[in-house]
């Protein structure tokens, strides 16, 4: 089955403690996205990548960081995790974003962190 | 960054009735895409518009590609619980550097038993 396929699904920390949140698509799309939702934001951009080895800042990069060492997996990292960054976190992928009828996302089914 | 303003934000509805929502935005884009979040999921796409003035449909929904190019609008007729859910608008301009989908606020659509 195609997918986007985000882990863990649920995370309680603690403000400092580094943590990823691993993502993985089975597509074999080019482009991949992280979006955080909070509650009357919608979904905002965190860092998207067109292809390994390319990755760029969404609209909210402060205190996250990625990778794109494979064309499946795009982890996200907090490298010192903040109250502020409890969120909904979703990994998406899509198989070109630039051209028209192949920018649909498919998204994964969410990642839900608290930071205490 | 940029952020389209969808409205209404919230709606409380009884099964069987029409609903109507939109996304405005500030500068031009030329494809839409509507999503919609069931609880505790990922967004999924209903309806994907690609051309001013688009009117396509996808069962009960039908959705309209304004003629501005700012604007997107969602119908659904007769509501059913399962249409329970946040439904969100995105928008994109092709545009060489520039691959990223902007998405709505979101519309929270609650079915009153």
């Known amino acids: 089955e195609a997918q986007v396929t985000q882990n863990p699904r649920y995370l309680i920390t603690v403000t400092g403690k580094k943590l990823t949140v691993t993502c993985s698509q089975n597509?074999?799309?080019?482009?991949m996205s992280w979006y955080r939702q909070d509650p009357g934001l919608g979904l905002r951009q965190i860092y998207y990548s067109m292809n390994v080895e390319v990755t760029d800042k969404g609209d909210v990069p402060e205190g996250y960081k990625v990778s794109r060492k494979e064309k499946r997996n795009f982890p996200l990292i907090l490298e010192s995790p903040s109250p502020n960054q409890t969120s909904l976190y979703f990994c998406?992928?899509?198989?070109?974003?630039?051209?028209?009828?192949?920018?649909?996302?498919?998204f994964g089914a969410g990642s839900r962190l608290t930071v205490l | 960054g940029q952020q389209l303003n969808q409205s209404p934000q919230s709606m409380f509805i009884q099964e069987g009735e029409d609903v109507s929502m939109n996304c405005t935005s500030s500068s031009i884009f030329n494809t839409w895409l509507w999503y919609k979040q069931d609880p505790g999921e990922g967004p999924v796409l209903l309806i994907a518009?690609?051309?001013?003035?688009e009117l396509t449909s996808n069962g009960r929904l039908t959705a309209q590609f304004g003629i501005t190019r700012k604007d997107s609008f969602l119908n659904i007729s007769a509501s059913i619980p399962s249409d329970v859910g946040i439904y969100f608008c995105a928008g994109q301009l092709f545009r060489l550097g520039n691959e990223k989908l902007t998405f709505g606020t979101g519309t929270r659509l609650t079915i009153i038993p």
């Open positions: 518009l690609y051309k001013a003035g």
């Open positions: 998406a992928s899509s198989s070109h974003l630039g051209l028209p009828g192949a920018n649909v996302l498919t």
């Open positions: 597509m074999n799309h080019e482009y």
